[in-house]
């Protein structure tokens, strides 16, 4: 019965939108999305993003159109970014976890959704977002499990 009303609960949630997420971010800072590049990466008006949470698939892997459209539903035209615990990956990209105008964790709802896997390295949310990915695997969420 239990799985019942997690599946129920992630598929409505997927459907209806989300209106909360358990990481936040009381003082991120605001920039303009420019473009979603792909399933975790924007450019904004402070240079390209990568989204320190996650790890998403690439082009011509399973779910890799799938997470890039989530993301631009997601973002819309402006996004917060909480810095991570390192602020540039190997490719000069600014690292952070973003979140929606209204506060949503774009991170957390994608792997909560199974559009993309937790970002396992380093990261101050990285055991909460591991745990969320573990679950999503036992729901078989979204179109990576």
Same mark, same amino acid.
């Given at each position: 019965?239990?799985?019942? !009303?997690?599946?129920?609960?992630? $598929?409505?949630?997927?459907? $209806? @939108? #989300?209106? *909360? /997420?358990?990481?936040? +971010?009381?003082?991120?800072?605001?920039?303009?999305?420019?473009? #979603?590049?792909?399933?975790? /990466?924007?450019? /904004?008006?402070?240079?390209? #993003?990568?989204?320190?949470?996650? %790890?998403?698939?690439?082009?011509?892997?399973? +779910?890799?159109?799938?997470?890039? *459209?989530?993301?631009?539903?997601?973002? @819309?035209?402006?996004?917060?970014?909480?810095?991570?615990?390192? /602020?540039?990956?190997?490719?000069?990209?600014?690292? $952070?976890?973003?979140?929606?105008?209204?506060?949503?964790?774009?991170?957390?709802?994608?792997?909560?959704?199974?559009?993309?896997?937790?970002?396992?390295? %380093? @990261?101050?949310?990285? %055991?909460?977002?591991?745990?969320?990915?573990?679950? !999503? *695997?036992?729901?078989?969420? @979204?179109?990576?499990?």
């Amino acid at each position: 019965m239990r799985l019942l !009303a997690l599946s129920l609960f992630f $598929a409505l949630t997927a459907c $209806a @939108g #989300v209106n *909360k /997420t358990n990481i936040s +971010c009381e003082d991120c800072f605001e920039v303009q999305v420019i473009r #979603v590049i792909d399933g975790g /990466t924007l450019d /904004t008006s402070r240079g390209v #993003v990568r989204l320190y949470g996650v %790890d998403t698939p690439e082009g011509g892997q399973p +779910c890799a159109s799938e997470s890039t *459209k989530r993301l631009r539903e997601l973002a @819309g035209d402006t996004i917060r970014l909480e810095v991570g615990t390192r /602020t540039i990956d190997q490719y000069g990209r600014m690292l $952070a976890y973003v979140y929606s105008q209204d506060g949503i964790s774009i991170d957390e709802v994608l792997i909560r959704e199974g559009m993309t896997e937790a970002w396992t390295r %380093d @990261g101050q949310h990285r %055991d909460y977002l591991v745990g969320l990915e573990q679950d !999503a *695997k036992r729901q078989e969420a @979204g179109c990576l499990w």
